[in-house]
């Protein structure tokens, strides 16, 4: 009769008087791990964006610094275009260009662009682009006679191969 009289039977499946508070707990701590995943997530856009620009003004102006010891040089080369050549100069001149083709060799130098040796060196198909061959009593055959364009490497990749004249041997 204490049913009908609308009391509740305490065997009866009730959640404890915590259990709210417990469910609110987890809903908070779901509600801040999805904020901390948004968060990460905008912050990792944020990165690969700048990432991106990065790499994109890398490339674009990257050899800024080159290009700005380069136009150095080329006044001096200007320079010398502009002085009037006379038998009276000519040493000078002369000293004064060989003064500016040596900045410009440091200058490659500095930014690990270097010149392989080639003449007398084997020929290495990887370094050098023969143009002929040519019986020779200098140097062996198969190793380089005389070369047209040096090859240059930058860093240890090949920038340009040497075009060269590889020795045979004499009939």
């Known amino acids: 009769m204490s049913e009908e009289n609308g009391a509740q039977n305490p065997n009866q499946n009730t959640p404890p008087a915590d259990a709210p508070s417990e469910l609110q707990k987890l809903q908070e701590q779901a509600d801040k791990f999805k904020n901390d995943y948004l968060y990460l997530r905008a912050e990792f856009e944020n990165y690969k964006r700048n990432a991106i620009k990065e790499r994109s003004d890398l490339i674009k102006y990257g050899?800024?610094?080159?290009?700005?010891?380069?136009?150095?040089?080329?006044?001096?080369?200007e320079r010398a275009t502009a002085v009037q050549v006379t038998p009276e100069n000519l040493p000078t001149y002369k000293q004064g260009v060989e003064m500016t083709a040596t900045e410009l060799?440091?200058?490659?130098?500095?930014?690990?662009?270097?010149?392989?040796?080639a003449e007398g060196a084997p020929f290495d198909p990887a370094v050098h682009e023969a143009l002929g061959a040519e019986p020779s009593d200098k140097v062996q055959p198969?190793?380089?006679?005389?070369?047209?364009?040096?090859?240059?490497?930058?860093?240890?990749?090949?920038?340009?191969?040497?075009?060269?004249?590889v020795a045979k041997k004499p009939e």
């Open 105 to 117: 060799k440091n200058l490659l130098q500095k930014n690990s662009v270097t010149e392989v040796p």
């Open 142 to 165: 198969g190793h380089v006679l005389r070369v047209f364009k040096k090859p240059y490497k930058y860093h240890d990749k090949v920038l340009r191969t040497g075009q060269v004249v």
């Open 63 to 77: 050899g800024e610094r080159f290009i700005r010891d380069l136009l150095e040089i080329v006044d001096n080369f």
